[in-house]
């Protein structure tokens, strides 16, 4: 199953609700909202700096991410919200044995 890598920075709102559920609740309302699509979360860590949450999730499709990202989006609870494909090494071997034909702009 595909890997993707979520991360985010809490709204006002939303850090609000962190602080009064605490990082299990949410972790739980997390692992719901992967599931509710298919998909199930491998780990997910709390941070202060850039972004306030990373989530790793196992997710059947593409569109699966996507309707996480708006299902999210739409909550208003982020400020920020951010998915990133994750490959494997042997998907990276796949992809550099594919030849491409490319012209560059300009030549």
Not at 12 to 23: D, S
Not at 76 to 91: C, D, F, I, P, R
Request: charged share 15%.
């Amino acid at each position: 199953m595909p890997k993707f890598m979520i991360n985010g920075s809490y709204s006002t709102e939303g850090i609000k609700g962190v602080l009064k559920e605490g990082g299990s609740g949410r972790l739980a309302a997390i692992e719901q909202l992967a599931s509710a699509v298919g998909g199930s979360v491998e780990t997910a860590y709390f941070a202060f700096g850039g972004s306030d949450i990373y989530v790793i999730v196992d997710l059947p499709d593409n569109a699966s991410a996507a309707a996480i990202a708006a299902t999210v989006g739409a909550s208003g609870a982020l400020s920020s919200y951010e998915t990133v494909v994750l490959l494997t090494a042997a998907e990276i071997d796949e992809a550099a044995k594919k030849s491409i034909n490319y012209r560059p702009p300009g030549s």
